[in-house]
């Protein structure tokens, strides 16, 4: 099955994105939250999925400056500390979620 | 009766008319045009979404018995016409391009660039404006099978390079970068600069379609094509027998992971047509292609049979479509370029499209 995609990409207010996706989900994302998430080579450890962002590194001032769609599946973040290489799939924008609407969706997907 | 009465009842006819791929009458679907009636002679255009379109030949005898069949009607004239409608995207790159197609499968050696070689000659038959660019870096094939000799290509400007020409077709490929019988030794991230170069710095103009022949695998090239080009759809293709399967099942989930529409699968290698006795002969197993196709719920959009005149049409640079029309591969090929683009036509349909273009702004 794929993913659903997002039909609506907006900013809530100055440290909150808000996605409406297509299948009628309102997800939100403090941004702050985004960027310590970068699923990027830097970010992750590829061969062990370790996280090498330290916790408390980012900034309260995070921002991004600009979004942009990749190609049909994913949105990159160009960041205020000139961080740009995390490319946010749908699906992980979907697991990152941090409305109260989606817990219940993730507790299901944590558990298989 | 007068003639705004017969014009009503003539539409109304053709409210009855379906386009099957669509689902919808072609007077809904806007496909009418330019009626004029003169006393009980009726004249009308019928414009698809494409030249290519499976069902022409039917719809226009649906239209002429339909309409013939009315009170008060003495003649009728259906001109058949066709308009590419684009796959919307709002990437600023390939903006003559309506729709782009790639031609992609897990494994080499299935006959990839056969396949879309030929499928570009008997897209661009119709009438449609098409380019094929080979995205094969380090083995390219498309000159030599189109024929073209190796030279520069001519340069345009700002950076910019016109594709070869041949058989109607816009022609790209990497093979036309190097010295004849060279190879391009390349580590991964340049392949992706060549591929930007192919979609940033061609003068491809207005174009129809535009096949990709991919590279097989699931790589760099895969890869950034699908993060900088909008393609409308991928073409799948394999072979019957299952070590071809079990690859193409992972070309397949590579697009499905990146979004990309996927049009159906394309079997190759089908079955061998003996010339002594017509029997179809299923080399490689038969129904491969079949069960990929109902495996992921995607069309089988045609099957290619083996027949010596593919490979003496790819060696000799005359593809078989241009060499052969009535080889049973060419009508296989002819098909499966009505089924391509009926394919494309049923996505743009669809409204639960992904922007690729979009951008944000943060304000604070």
Known sequence: MTTPAPKNIKQIDETTLGITWNDGRECVYPVKWLRENCPCAHCIDEWTGKKLIQPGSIPDTIRPLNIKAVGLYAIQFFWNDGHDTGLYTHELLRQLCQSEECEPEKKAANAQ | ?364
């Open chain 2, 1 to 364: 009766m007068s003639d705004p009465q017969l014009q009503e009842k003539v539409i109304e006819a053709l409210k009855t008319v379906q386009d099957p791929d669509l689902h919808k009458n072609i007077v809904s679907l806007g496909f009418v045009k330019n009626m004029e009636l003169d006393g009980g002679k009726v004249k009308f255009d019928v414009e698809l979404t494409t030249p290519a379109c499976p069902v022409k030949e039917q719809l226009k005898s649906e239209c002429e018995t339909k309409v013939g069949a009315i009170e008060g009607v003495e003649s009728v004239e259906v001109n058949m016409t066709a308009v590419v409608r684009p796959t919307q995207h709002s990437q600023p790159i390939l903006t003559g391009v309506k729709n782009i197609i790639a031609v992609a499968s897990g494994k080499g050696g299935v006959g990839k660039s056969t396949v879309s070689t030929n499928l570009a000659i008997a897209l661009s038959l119709t009438g449609a404006k098409v380019g094929l660019m080979d995205a094969d870096i380090y083995g390219p094939s498309i000159p030599q099978m189109m024929g073209i000799p190796i030279t520069s290509p001519k340069v345009a400007e700002e950076n910019k390079f016109y594709p070869h020409e041949k058989y109607g077709l816009k022609v790209v490929s990497a093979a036309f970068l190097t010295k004849q019988g060279q190879p391009l030794m390349l580590r991964g991230p340049m392949l992706g600069g060549i591929i930007q170069q192919f979609l940033q710095n061609v003068e491809w103009g207005e174009l129809d379609y535009l096949v990709i022949d991919l590279p097989p695998g699931t790589g760099d090239v895969q890869l950034t094509l699908t993060q900088k080009a909008p393609i409308s759809g991928a073409v799948v293709v394999t072979t019957p027998q299952e070590v071809s399967l079990i690859d193409a099942d992972k070309g397949v989930k590579m697009f499905q992971q990146v979004k990309v529409p996927l049009l159906g699968i394309v079997e190759n290698m089908s079955y061998f047509v003996c010339d002594g006795c017509d029997k179809k002969h299923t080399i490689f197993k038969e129904g491969g292609g079949q069960s990929l196709a109902d495996d992921f719920k995607i069309p089988l959009l045609g099957k290619v049979p083996i027949v010596p005149g593919v490979v003496e049409g790819g060696d000799s640079g005359v593809p078989i479509v241009m060499g052969d029309a009535e080889s049973p591969a060419s009508k296989a090929y002819k098909e499966l370029a009505g089924q391509v683009a009926a394919q494309l036509s049923i996505n743009q349909t669809k409204d639960d499209k992904i922007d690729a273009g979009f951008e944000l702004a943060w304000k604070s």
